[in-house]
């Protein structure tokens, strides 16, 4: 396309054409002119945008044409404009350093990322976030003691008669009457209360 015909399709709207000039600058900055010519940032930079406008458009709970840009649109629009840009962006706090190879590389369109969700946009991340989680829910379980190596408890179990048991004081009456204990037998699992 020629630029005179690229320029027709830069969005009018402020915040749009803002967000637009964002992405731009920020492809610009960090592409390799030797294999992007002006057009090929205009063209990148348009399909961000527009993808972002159509991915919030449809999530709009409020699909009346008169009321597109109120408060609670604008915040959606730009909302996923600054998630976008700052996976897209290596130097952002995210370091997102991959996304924007990703996307110069065609392995997905500038359409396909205004969708995706945080795993999508920084897969790296999210795998060391999930690998770190169930390392921690492996070493949060709790230990498993065997009943041979369990102490004997104070009191007996009615049922089995065997001393493994353990209980819980709670003061479910007044203040002035004697606590109840919760007794459970670790041998047969047998649960009973008494004050």
């Given at each position: 396309?020629?630029?005179i ?6 969005p ?13 600058n920020?492809?610009?900055k960090y592409?390799?002119?030797?294999d ?14 527009r993808?972002i406008?159509n991915?919030?458009?449809?999530i ?6 008169n009321?597109t ?15 976008i840009?700052?996976?897209?962006n ?8 991959t996304?924007?190879?990703?996307l110069?590389?065609?392995e ?13 946009l920084?897969p ?10 169930l ?5 949060d379980l ?5 009943l ?6 104070l009191?007996k179990?009615?049922k ?9 004081e709670?003061q ?12 459970y ?9 008494f004050?």
């Amino acid at each position: 396309m020629k630029q005179i015909e690229l320029n027709k399709l830069i969005p009018n709207h402020p915040t749009r054409k803002h967000i637009y000039e964002k992405f731009q600058n920020l492809i610009s900055k960090y592409i390799n002119e030797k294999d992007y010519n002006l057009d090929d940032i205009m063209k990148i930079a348009i399909n961000l945008e527009r993808g972002i406008f159509n991915y919030t458009i449809s999530i709009y709970p409020n699909r009346k044409i008169n009321e597109t840009w109120n408060n609670y649109f604008n915040n959606l629009y730009i909302d996923r404009a600054v998630k976008i840009y700052n996976n897209l962006n290596p130097d952002s706090s995210l370091q997102n350093k991959t996304l924007l190879n990703r996307l110069l590389s065609k392995e997905f369109n500038e359409f396909e990322i205004s969708s995706f969700n945080s795993e999508q946009l920084f897969p790296e991340r999210w795998k060391e976030l999930i690998d770190k989680h169930l390392t921690n829910i492996n070493d949060d379980l709790p230990i498993q003691i065997k009943l041979e190596d369990r102490a004997d408890g104070l009191f007996k179990c009615g049922k089995c008669k065997s001393y493994k048991t353990e209980y819980n004081e709670k003061q479910t009456r007044s203040a002035d009457e004697p606590t109840t204990k919760f007794c459970y037998c670790h041998k047969c699992g047998n649960r009973w209360k008494f004050c």
